[in-house]
């Protein structure tokens, strides 16, 4: 038997075939606030009774991956001065597990607008 720890906190993988290709998707870098970060994989080799009769480790860098932000009506739009324009719905790709805000700034010299609690999908925006 095989056991694998990924290093991430999650749970162990144990396999007992004879295939021993492993792999593993991180859905983030820990913590978020960071481009990368260092994983340690641990893999230990069992015997019938559970101990370990070899570990071998690898050292893995994680990197943070931007999150893909996309205008649902892009293009150039027009209005008149004191008519409103609204930004509509925008579309978030967000390949981890970041929390994710906007800061809108308009162009005209007013304060930036934030928006926090975006996700993966469709996202409505203030006006």
């Given at each position: 038997e095989v056991e694998v720890d990924w290093g991430d906190k999650t749970s162990t993988q144990d396999v007992t075939s004879t295939n021993l290709t492993f792999s593993y998707y991180f859905m983030d870098d820990d913590p978020s606030s960071t481009a990368s970060d260092d994983y340690t994989i641990t893999a230990k080799l069992l015997d019938s009774g559970g101990s370990a009769i070899i570990t071998k480790s690898v050292t893995l860098?994680?990197?943070?991956?931007?999150?893909?932000?996309?205008?649902?009506?892009?293009?150039?739009?027009?209005?008149?001065?004191?008519?409103?324009?609204?930004?509509?719905?925008?579309?978030?790709?967000?390949?981890?597990?970041?929390?994710?805000?906007?800061?809108?700034?308009?162009?005209?010299?007013?304060?930036?607008?934030?928006?926090?609690?975006?996700?993966?999908?469709?996202?409505?925006?203030?006006?």
């Open positions: 860098q994680v990197n943070n991956v931007a999150p893909i932000f996309t205008f649902k009506d892009a293009g150039t739009h027009e209005v008149y001065v004191g008519q409103r324009f609204d930004l509509g719905k925008v579309h978030i790709e967000e390949p981890g597990q970041d929390d994710l805000t906007a800061e809108i700034n308009w162009g005209d010299g007013s304060s930036l607008v934030t928006v926090s609690g975006l996700s993966s999908g469709t996202n409505t925006l203030p006006p």
